[in-house]
């Protein structure tokens, strides 16, 4: 077969898995620091820094709704005890217990256990981060074999930058971190006919560190699948093979279906076609209707003048929204004015506030009310990563 073969993709897959289970313990601890769950704590006389106890995180996952109860939650912390994430502060119990015991992240306390799996892990997050931060030109759309491709790379200025950061010595050894790289799921070929070689072969990266993981993905063995298959709510995928415009898919299994414009530039999932990222317009799609987005989410449509009368039942909100490495995680729809049709709940609309029926009002400074969701979505996808967006929302939301 063309690509890196079944067993190797197979390999890819559950190494990928393993890396979910490593960044979701890693974004959950960032959050518990922030949240000062995790502090120094004395017991006995004596001080345990940077732990937490147990009853007291159950709680915090219930508050912040990442489980629905306590039994899920234990189950949640139990899965990060068990892929050894954290562990009892004296390691005298081997499950996670939902009582005033103290445990800690073994990466608070330098104890996780740095095998060659875990490195490539760490190694690949860390180069991530490291280009998404930096001024840099190596990620940008390119074409190859016909296709137009998001956010890819041409391998042989990869290796040219591995260098001159200094990641890598030589370049063999980096020509070694692209293919392991590649073999652990974190990047790939962009139609996943290749396996990583120094040249001119276009190559994206197939894991979003920055995507924020639902705790609850952690009990499912399928969690990716879940939540980025074809049928996810935020998945973007090609229509078809001659490199179409593509949209942003939104489920409702009970609702008619519809396509609707994309404002997320990219995803990655295994199971959304095998060749990984794919770009996004702001157009509609002429390909085959597919299950996309239900019917408007608006009780009914209202007017500008209406908005903006005072005294109306309204109130203006602003958001700033960071675009992460796919996008800004919603969906606008209709025309003047237009409304938010679907919101990420992993994404940064969420984080930043943003819900469904809300009234666009203005994107960065440009007033939008006479506009309609193309235009909008166009006004998105061609500004800045970071959007500030005001919006009108009824007061009964």
């Not at 890196?4 to 960032?30: C, S």
């Not at 590649?182 to 276009?202: A, R, S």
């Not at 898919?249 to 990219?266: D, F, H, N, Q, W």
């Amino acid at each position: 077969m063309d690509g890196i073969g079944n067993t190797m993709q197979k390999k890819a897959a559950e190494l990928e898995r393993m890396a979910e289970v490593l960044v979701t313990g890693e974004q959950l601890r960032l959050r518990l620091h922030e949240s000062k769950v995790i502090k120094d704590r004395r017991h006995h006389l004596r001080t345990y820094p940077n732990c937490f106890v147990g009853k007291e995180l159950i709680d915090w996952l219930i508050e912040h709704k990442e489980a629905s109860d306590r039994d899920t939650a234990i189950k949640i912390m139990q899965k990060l005890l068990d892929q050894s994430i954290v562990h009892h502060v004296c390691d005298e119990h081997k499950e996670f217990k939902d009582m005033k015991l103290l445990y800690r992240f073994r990466k608070d306390d330098g104890t996780f256990p740095l095998d060659n799996e875990a490195k490539v892990f760490m190694r690949g997050q860390r180069i991530y981060e490291k280009l998404m931060n930096t001024e840099n030109n190596l990620l940008q759309t390119r074409e190859e074999e016909g296709g137009s491709f998001e956010r890819a790379l041409v391998a042989s200025e990869f290796l040219d930058w591995l260098l001159q950061e200094g990641e890598m010595a030589t370049r063999e050894e980096a020509e070694q971190l692209g293919r392991r790289l590649l073999e652990h799921g974190i990047i790939q070929h962009v139609t996943n006919k290749h396996h990583f070689m120094d040249g001119e072969l276009l190559y994206q990266f197939r894991m979003n560190f920055r995507r924020r993981r639902r705790l609850m993905e952690l009990l499912s063995e399928r969690s990716r699948t879940i939540h980025e298959s074809q049928d996810s709510p935020f998945c973007l995928r090609k229509q078809n093979s001659e490199g179409g415009n593509t949209s942003f898919l939104s489920v409702s299994p009970t609702k008619e279906i519809k396509v609707v414009s994309a404002v997320r530039r990219s995803s990655m999932s295994s199971s959304c076609g095998s060749s990984g990222y794919y770009s996004s317009s702001p157009t509609l799609s002429s390909s085959p209707p597919v299950l996309c987005n239900p019917k408007s989410v608006l009780k009914r449509q209202v007017s500008p003048e209406e908005l903006q009368t005072p005294g109306a039942p309204y109130i203006k909100k602003t958001f700033t929204i960071v675009g992460d490495a796919v996008g800004w995680g919603f969906v606008v729809r209709g025309s003047k004015p237009c409304h938010i049709q679907a919101v990420d709940p992993s994404g940064p609309a969420a984080a930043a506030g943003m819900k469904v029926s809300q009234f666009v009002v203005s994107v960065n400074g440009l007033n939008v009310l006479s506009l309609d969701y193309r235009t909008v979505s166009s006004l998105i996808l061609t500004g800045p990563r970071t959007v500030v967006m005001e919006i009108m929302e009824g007061v009964e939301c």
